[in-house]
């Protein structure tokens, strides 16, 4: 079955950067797009970045705009977020997702907190 794994969140002081990892299995990777998404406690869970199924194609959230990249590795089966000058508003669980056969696939998330 489809499974996500997000790693690579923790403490982080502001204007910092992060990389966040999804491994991603059960699928056939390469033909999916993939999303991260991040959510604080109370709040809707908010669209960051969506990458399409090679690589060439990304769209990101205003919020995160001009500061954060998207990528995958297709031979990792792995997806990545990069957000650079971080800002404590970036405090949020952040998790990746596929949409597969028309059902939506989430990871178990990673906490990122952003704070001096």
């Known amino acids: 079955q489809v499974h996500l794994v997000e790693s690579g969140g923790g403490l982080l002081q502001p204007g910092g950067s992060l990389r966040l990892s999804c491994a991603a299995s059960?699928?056939?990777?390469?033909?999916?797009?993939m999303s991260w998404y991040r959510q604080a406690p109370g709040k809707e869970r908010e669209l960051v970045a969506t990458i399409n199924y090679n690589g060439e194609s990304a769209n990101y959230a205003n919020s995160v705009a001009g500061r954060c990249t998207i990528s995958r590795d297709n031979t990792k089966n792995t997806v990545y977020l990069q957000i650079n000058s971080l800002k404590p508003e970036d405090t949020d669980e952040y998790y990746c997702?596929?949409?597969?056969?028309?059902?939506?696939?989430w990871g178990q998330g990673t906490q990122v907190t952003v704070s001096s």
């Open positions: 997702q596929v949409i597969h056969l028309l059902q939506s696939y």
């Open positions: 059960g699928f056939t990777f390469n033909m999916y797009a």
